[in-house]
């Protein structure tokens, strides 16, 4: 089962930046078409930016421009580059395979507040 780590989240003022990273200890993660999902209470989980293992990307309209999503298999880590940060982008992040194979990690927690 393919399992993925997050980490970077924390508490950010609006207009401001994280980077968030997603570890994976697998031999084909080079392979792995992949995106960065979020979820708030109550609400579905939602793709916020996909990357295929050639590194083309795509984002939700929401974060495009804002975010930017990248990959470097020779650490097997992909990361999502967030700014200009705003209240609604409030969540948990979490990574996983694109589309998604039912298997999640912990998430981690993206506040945006003054």
């Known amino acids: 089962q393919v399992q993925f780590v997050e980490s970077g989240g924390g508490l950010v003022q609006p207009g401001g930046s994280l980077r968030l990273s997603c570890a994976n200890s697998?031999?084909?993660?080079?392979?792995?078409?992949m995106g960065w999902y979020r979820q708030t209470p109550g609400k579905q989980r939602e793709l916020v930016a996909g990357?295929?293992?050639?590194?083309?990307?795509n984002y939700a309209n929401s974060v495009q421009g804002r975010f930017t999503i990248s990959r470097d298999d020779a650490k097997n880590t992909m990361y999502l580059q967030m700014n200009s940060l705003k209240p609604e982008d409030t969540a948990v992040y979490y990574c996983?395979?694109?589309?998604?194979?039912?298997?999640w990690g912990q998430g981690t927690q993206v506040t945006v507040s003054a």
């Open positions: 996983g395979l694109l589309p998604p194979n039912g298997s």
């Open positions: 990357i295929s293992s050639g590194g083309t990307t």
């Open positions: 697998g031999s084909r993660f080079s392979h792995y078409v």
